[in-house]
């Protein structure tokens, strides 16, 4: 017994020694994000170039230390070790992040306000506490941009692309990180080459969209900073009127087919490309009710504005209903008119919407497409077993038997996602917000969506640093879908 508690104690050390090892690699990639955006600064000379240099000598030098204190640290990656090493990584991420933000002297940041902008913009929430955008120094909106992309298709899965060469195993920290119910899809045998294959769809979409952007008009700092946040469905923009200041009917349209396509599945994107077919799109049942929640929302969306006479003529409504529905569902939050003074029940639904997002392995944050399609199909389910108690009700998808393991974990999603949404409101009245606040603030972070109401509608500057705090550890929590984090909290985890 005791030899068996010295080899296990031995293990937990060699396992921790590696996590750490992974630690000081995210953090040396973390550095890395700190060179494009001193650059630029350096190239438009407008300031602010100065906290890119300390945090990233700060994070590369932190980060080499632990590489090489723990170089000979190898332990294979398990499960358990896997969503310990993503869910440090993002609390990590996030803080590191804000040393920019914080130190940067064109803003003056609190502590909560830099952490909060950079765990929004990593989490793809778009959340913003920075006022008075179109007068910040460029480094400081590139590294907005930029780290909304980089978070867009997660970081830690960038670095599974790296972690063969440390001989570490990285499929338990792609199932931790990737986001949906039905995790166990490979595009490829290696899971350093899934990994690789995302990024190079990734980055081949937001080429294409940046030079749309650019062929529509914009300037090309604003097109590579639009096309960062449009794939990545964050929506963070250069401007306070985000892609209305544009007023550019083309520059929406490009913004919406390409916040559509970060909408998708990322294998779907990847079996098209390789089979030269867009039948994958047009045979998947989630796509398919994508599309189709899309087409019913813009119908009833626009019924009601020309009701309410909210717009001028019936192009302007369609023009911005079709807009913002698309990066309302996709979780995006780009903007070409202020919600708050549409008709209440319009908001509301936004943010109901929202929450549902889109599809699974995609880019955009929310419940996801897949899951609610099992829930209804789950409900519908008990109510024809309440007519006939003897049958046999088989779900499937697709033409597949569903696995009574997802419609478990869908099932348990749905209660823990409603547990902590009380949970977060609560926290957030006790700091002082008011309930329109708290509500929807806490559905928009829980969603990775940013957009919401009452004292958080056009901004979180005026939020309690409590509900700060509170909120940067929901978007967190959205980003990995509950489970990740969730986990760690469980005693019966760390015993095992």
């Known amino acids: 017994m005791r030899i068996q508690n010295t080899t296990d104690n031995r293990s937990s050390s060699h396992l921790g020694k590696t996590i750490v090892r992974i630690i000081g690699l995210l953090l040396v990639i973390s550095s890395l994000i700190m060179i494009p955006p001193a650059l630029i600064g350096m190239i438009y000379g407008d300031g602010d170039v100065r906290p890119f240099f300390h945090g990233f000598l700060f994070l590369f030098t932190s980060g080499s230390l632990l590489l090489i204190i723990f170089r000979k640290s190898r332990s294979e990656l398990k499960i358990r070790s896997g969503f310990i090493v993503v869910g440090l990584s993002w609390f990590i991420l996030g803080v590191s ?10 803003m003056e940041l609190s502590l909560a306000d830099s952490v909060f902008e950079s765990v929004s913009a990593l989490t793809t929430t778009g959340a913003t506490i920075i006022t008075q955008l179109d007068g910040l120094p460029h480094s400081i909106l590139f590294y907005r941009q930029l780290m909304q992309w980089l978070g867009g298709m997660g970081i830690i899965v960038l670095a599974i692309a790296i972690l063969p060469m440390l001989r570490i195993g990285g499929m338990q920290m792609f199932k931790a990180e990737t986001p949906g119910p039905m995790k166990d899809q490979k595009l490829t045998p290696r899971i350093a080459e899934t990994a690789k294959t995302l990024w190079y769809l990734y980055l081949g979409f937001t080429i294409m969209c940046a030079l749309a952007y650019y062929m529509a008009g914009m300037n090309l700092f604003d097109a590579v900073g639009h096309s960062f946040s449009t794939l990545a469905t964050g929506g963070m923009s250069t401007h306070d009127a985000s892609i209305g200041y544009f007023n550019n009917s083309l520059i929406e349209l490009i913004s919406m087919i390409f916040m559509l396509v970060g909408g998708i599945n990322f294998a779907s994107h990847f079996t098209a490309w390789r089979s030269a077919s867009m039948k994958v799109y047009l045979h998947d049942t989630e796509i398919k009710t994508y599309f189709g929640v899309i087409m019913f ?7 009601v504005l020309l009701i309410t006479e909210s717009h001028p003529t019936l192009y302007e409504t369609i023009r911005h209903s079709a807009f913002n529905i698309v990066s309302t569902i996709t979780t995006t939050g780009f903007g070409t ?33 897949i899951r609610v399609i099992l829930i209804y199909k789950l409900s519908l389910r008990e109510l024809y077993r309440l007519i006939h108690p003897h049958g046999k009700f088989i779900i499937k998808l697709d033409g597949k038997i569903v696995n009574y393991r997802v419609l478990d974990s869908v099932s348990a999603f749905f209660f823990q996602l409603i547990f902590l949404l009380m949970i977060f409101i609560l926290l957030l009245l006790s700091f002082g917000e008011d309930l329109t606040t ?6 928009s972070a829980m969603a990775n969506l940013g957009p919401a109401l009452g004292d958080a509608g056009s901004n979180y500057a005026s939020l309690q ?23 760690l909290f469980i005693p019966a985890y760390w015993e095992s």
């Open 438 to 443: 708290s509500v929807s603030a806490t559905f």
């Open 297 to 303: 929302s813009l119908v009833f969306i626009s019924i």
């Open 465 to 487: 640093d409590g509900s700060k705090w509170v909120l940067s550890l929901v978007m967190i929590f959205g980003r990995l879908e509950i489970f990740t984090i969730f986990l």
């Open 97 to 106: 992040g804000a040393i920019p933000l914080y130190l940067a002297t064109s």
């Open 337 to 369: 008119e202020d919600i708050s003074m549409l008709p209440l029940m319009v908001p509301f639904y936004f943010i109901i919407l929202g929450t549902i997002g889109a599809c699974a392995g995609s880019t955009s944050g929310g419940i996801k497409m």
